[in-house]
C-alpha cells in the first residue's frame, strides 16, 4: 500500500466517514451522537497519532 500524506490521506477519510455518518444518521434525530461518534474518531486519530 503507497503511503500518501498522512494529513491528505486523514483528511480524505475524515470527508469521507463524515459523510457516510451523516448519511446513515440522517433523519433520525441523533445529531448529538454523531457529534460525539465524530469526537470520538477523531481523538482515536490523535492518540494514535495516524
Do not use: C, V, Y
Not at 491528505?8 to 441523533?30: D, I, P, T, V, Y
Amino acid at each position: 500500500m503507497i503511503r500518501r500524506d498522512p494529513l491528505s490521506s486523514q483528511k480524505e477519510w475524515w470527508h469521507a466517514g463524515r459523510e457516510w455518518r451523516l448519511g446513515r444518521l440522517k433523519g433520525r434525530g441523533n445529531e448529538i451522537l454523531n457529534w460525539n461518534w465524530e469526537m470520538i474518531i477523531f481523538w482515536i486519530f490523535k492518540s494514535t497519532g495516524t
